[in-house]
């Protein structure tokens, strides 16, 4: 099938861009672990022996970040729809986050275990329709607010991606009734042109 202008020139940009170059010469799966990179040492959210959940991790960059910060001692659980190659000292499991069994079979995983740090960078497959995409984004971002609140630790956090437009002020409301503090996060490695952000929520109210 013959490529459209569109994707030529997002062929182009991904190739050409600072960030895919230095997640390979770095050794990162990805350039978005370089989004993790700067939050997590702005807010100080990753030390050595927590306990995080990556929703949405393939190809690996952020539980990549995540495990070499949390140490051996630490617990790293990935979780995606696609497949995902091994990563030493991350707990992999392969399914759709928006079904019962997968969110059971990730409850196994932490064997009973708090959770100090949730991680969401899901997102949908785009359709290039704005009004569907955009419920989707909010719809993940729900899911992954009710997992924290069901799994966080009291004082946890959750860095979750969402997309401004329709929902996220709904959105922006229920993680501030769950968290002491919410901020949002625009980091440098995020295209500029993408209206994707992170929402931070610190201190987890453990209201769940």
Not at 73 to 79: E, I, K, M, Q, R
Not at 103 to 115: M, Y
Request: net charge positive.
């Amino acid at each position: 099938m013959k490529r459209s202008k569109t994707s030529k020139q997002w062929i182009k940009e991904h190739v050409n861009d600072v960030y895919v170059q230095r997640a390979k010469s770095e050794g990162y799966r990805s350039r978005a672990a370089y989004k993790l990179l700067e939050v997590a040492a702005r807010d100080k959210l990753l030390k050595p022996g927590m306990v995080v959940v990556d929703l949405g991790a393939a190809p690996g960059g952020w539980s990549q970040v995540a495990q070499a910060q949390v140490g051996a001692h630490g617990l790293v659980v990935a979780l995606d729809a696609l497949q995902m190659a091994p990563l030493p000292g991350v707990r992999f499991l392969q399914g759709d986050f928006r079904e019962d069994a997968v969110v059971d079979a990730l409850e196994q995983a932490l064997a009973g275990r708090k959770v100090d740090l949730v991680l969401s960078d899901m997102s949908p497959n785009i359709s290039g329709i704005s009004v569907s995409d955009q419920a989707r984004v909010m719809h993940l971002a729900e899911l992954a607010l009710e997992f924290s609140a069901q799994h966080l630790k009291p004082g946890g956090n959750l860095l979750v991606k969402v997309f401004q437009g329709s929902g996220f002020e709904e959105f922006l409301r229920a993680m501030r009734a769950r968290f002491h503090d919410v901020v949002t996060r625009k980091p440098a490695a995020s295209r500029g042109r993408s209206s994707e952000l992170y929402l931070l929520g610190r201190g987890f109210s453990g209201d769940g």
